[in-house]
């Protein structure tokens, strides 16, 4: 079956970084675009990024577009988020999702399959 796995998360300041990964299983990788997702406390989960099945496009939330940078390994079957500058606003439960196509897109209910999840938290 699908899983994915998410990892990285923590604690950070105001300025600093985090990486998150997401280790994928149960379908072909290599095929399926893959995106991230967010969810802070009272409020609804919104698009963070999104890749396509080869890495070369990707979508990202103006919130943090030039902050963070969606990558991901096909050999190792694993997507990754490079947050930079990060900011108290940042602070959320992120998810990586499970493209049903091959595009990446920033629409929910273009993704089928989703990781529990990994906190972030961005705070002085």
């Known amino acids: 079956q699908v899983q994915l796995v998410e990892s990285g998360g923590g604690l950070a300041q105001p300025g600093g970084s985090l990486r998150l990964s997401c280790v994928a299983s149960g379908f072909t990788f290599s095929n399926s675009a893959m995106g991230w997702f967010r969810q802070a406390p009272g409020k609804e989960r919104e698009f963070v990024a999104g890749?396509?099945?080869?890495?070369?496009?990707?979508t990202y939330a103006d919130s943090v577009k030039g902050r963070f940078t969606a990558s991901r390994d096909n050999t190792r079957n694993t997507l990754y988020l490079q947050m930079n500058n990060l900011k108290i606003e940042d602070t959320a439960l992120y998810h990586c999702?499970?493209?049903?196509?091959?595009?990446?897109?920033?629409?929910?209910?273009?993704?089928?399959?989703w990781g529990q999840g990994t906190q972030v938290t961005v705070s002085s």
């Open positions: 999702a499970k493209g049903q196509g091959i595009f990446s897109s920033q629409r929910e209910r273009d993704y089928d399959y």
């Open positions: 890749i396509s099945y080869s890495g070369f496009d990707r």
